[in-house]
């Protein structure tokens, strides 16, 4: 097959494919054999009805239009794949030649993404500064403290609440009267500072004794599903007042707390495990700052129609997501002060990045020949399969049958061309250290679109 690309305007190509005779005799043939299974002429046997009846029968139009079905669009991908181009859109077909005996000819315009290209120098040696992940006693510390709050008892005392303090209260929402069942409960364990029912109460509850009553009025928040958003009556009896007991820092603690048998073990596995929350952190900062680099000397003239899709599937997943957690995407923005019109710009302006991240990390992968081996596919479908419960077997023929699979090896390209533009970079170890809580470490991996797992 021959394939000739033309430019014919920003970001679109014509493509004209030539397919050999032998190879086009085959695909209609096959077209032929497929129609002659699916129709029904007196005198012929089902599969077995000859061209010419068919031709006479069915019509010649009928064939031509299975073949265009089945063999284009693999036509059109092999060209696509030939020349290294990745379409936006559909492409506007026509048919040039379609004579049996004759090459076929056919074009295809369509919408390219653009393709950048980088020499050594311009993503070689890229100037970054990576957080110190030195251990310090506080580190560890606050650590332990965290432990302690886990195995705190809560004990009654005598004073008014406090913020953190706990209480057993009997709480009644209602509406003109009538009990709103999901925010009404007796004898109800309730963190002050918690915000479950509302800010009102807790604003409330502080200073309070055991014995006090309260009223306020407030809107139930997200939690509350079906009855989130609505203005409720809370009134509250406060029945007793507790406060965490922490237990000692010490060898009975650690005992009971994990397994060693003394603090001084206990805080050196502790310590171990800060420092390799830091690592993944700093290396996680590390990532994220050397693509934002490439993406800020990056110049690219992005097809609007591009941008338009990538905004669109960000928007559609932020609803998606919404609608799992019982809201809407409009009651989600709302409460974060955002309204559809700035977080659509906000959106957009992600969507761009993620774009021009993909763009350039390809763009190294096509200077380095970065390939993907079926063992690297294999051990990233098995990670999937445990993710989601399911064999490994099961996910790899559903990523196949979706089209999934080349977006997965896509992925692992991209991540490799980020692992080398990190091992190429100039690295300095900075001053200032992050903190010993890196539970909401930056993602190590680059900002890409994200598909749905299947």
Not at 235 to 249: N, S
Not at 393 to 407: D, H, R
Request: net charge negative.
């Amino acid at each position: 097959m021959q394939t000739t690309v033309e430019e014919t305007d920003k970001h679109k190509v014509r493509l004209t494919i030539e397919v050999p005779p032998d190879e086009f005799g085959k695909d209609l043939d096959r077209a032929y054999r497929k129609v002659a299974r699916q129709v029904k002429i007196p005198g012929f046997r089902k599969g077995k009805v000859p061209r010419q009846v068919i031709d006479a029968q069915i019509g010649r139009d009928a064939v031509l239009g299975e073949f265009l079905e089945d063999s284009v669009p693999t036509y059109y991908r092999d060209a696509m794949r030939e020349n290294d181009l990745a379409p936006i859109a559909q492409p506007d077909i026509d048919l040039q030649q379609v004579e049996e005996g004759k090459p076929f000819v056919f074009t295809a315009t369509v919408e390219v993404r653009p393709r950048l290209r980088f020499e050594d120098a311009d993503y070689k040696g890229i100037e970054l500064d990576r957080p110190t992940t030195e251990v310090t006693d506080q580190d560890v510390d606050e650590m332990i403290d965290s432990l302690r709050e886990r195995f705190a008892e809560l004990e009654p005392v005598a004073r008014p609440a406090h913020a953190n303090d706990y209480v057993v209260m009997d709480i009644r929402a209602s509406v003109h009267g009538q009990d709103v069942a999901d925010a009404t409960r007796q004898d109800y364990l309730y963190e002050v500072g918690s915000g479950e029912f509302g800010p009102k109460l807790d604003a409330e509850l502080e200073g309070k004794r055991a014995g006090e009553i309260l009223k306020v009025n407030d809107v139930l928040p997200e939690r509350f599903g079906d009855d989130a958003g609505r203005e409720v009556s809370l009134q509250v009896l406060v029945k007793d007042v507790r406060a965490k007991k922490l237990p000692a820092a010490d060898d009975e603690f650690a005992k009971t707390a994990s397994e060693f048998d003394t603090l001084k073990e206990l805080r050196a596995e502790l310590a171990e495990q800060i420092a390799q929350s830091k690592d993944r952190a700093a290396d996680g900062i590390i990532r994220d700052a050397a693509l934002d680099a490439l993406i800020e000397r990056t110049r690219v003239d992005l097809p609007e129609s591009l941008v338009d899709e990538e905004t669109g599937h960000r928007v559609s997943h932020a609803r998606e997501r919404a609608e799992r957690a019982g809201t809407t995407l409009d009651q989600l923005l709302a409460s974060q002060g955002f309204d559809e019109l700035r977080f659509r710009a906000d959106a957009r302006q992600h969507a761009e990045r993620a774009i021009i991240a993909d763009l350039v990390l390809e763009a190294i992968a096509r200077a380095e020949d970065i390939q993907v081996t079926p063992e690297e596919l294999a051990r990233e479908i098995t990670g999937l399969a445990a993710a989601l419960g399911r064999e490994p077997k099961e996910v790899a023929k559903t990523l196949e049958n979706s089209g999934q699979i080349a977006s997965l090896a896509g992925d692992i390209i991209r991540s490799k061309a980020l692992d080398i533009l990190i091992e190429h970079a100039n690295i300095r170890l900075k001053e200032d250290g992050i903190p010993s809580d890196a539970s909401n470490e930056p993602s190590s991996e680059p900002e890409q679109d994200k598909r749905e797992t299947p």
